[in-house]
Nanobody
Framework: QVQLVESGGGLVQAGGSLRLSCAASGRTFRTNTMGWFRQAPGKEREFVAAISSSGGSTYADSVKGRFSISRDKAKNTVDLQMNSLKPEDTAVYHC???????????????????WGQGTQVTVSS
């Protein structure tokens, strides 16, 4: 059974930092793009960041320069370092794995087959 489990969410003041982690089990994703998406209350889920199997990365404009995505293929994990957090970053953050191997980074949710349950990030002003 394939599982993606996120951790590291919590409550932080504006300007603070959090590091989210996603641990995959049941299969390896070393040849798949891994991504982070988020969903704020009353809003649709949106792309945050993704990292390809070769290590390239893409970020949403709203987080560029503040967030950094990384992965450890040996541990089958992907992390999201979030700095200079803003209240508008408040959301449930989901880890996801692209269905295709060696694919370019895609920011559309429909390409991602495996999803975690999410971890809550709350940024107070």
């Amino acid at each position: 059974q394939v599982q993606l489990v996120e951790s590291g969410g919590g409550l932080v003041q504006a300007g603070g930092s959090l590091r989210l982690s996603c641990a995959a089990s049941g299969r390896t994703f070393r040849t798949n793009t891994m991504g982070w998406f988020r969903q704020a209350p009353g809003k649709e889920r949106e792309f945050v960041a993704a990292i390809s199997s070769s290590g390239g990365s893409t970020y949403a404009d709203s987080v560029k320069g503040r967030f950094s995505i990384s992965r450890d293929k040996a541990k089958n994990t992907v992390d999201l370092q979030m700095n200079s957090l803003k209240p508008e970053d408040t959301a449930v953050y989901h880890c996801a794995a692209d269905a295709s191997t060696f694919a370019p980074i895609r920011t559309t949710q429909s390409y991602y087959e495996y999803w975690g349950q999410g971890t809550q990030v709350t940024v107070s002003s």
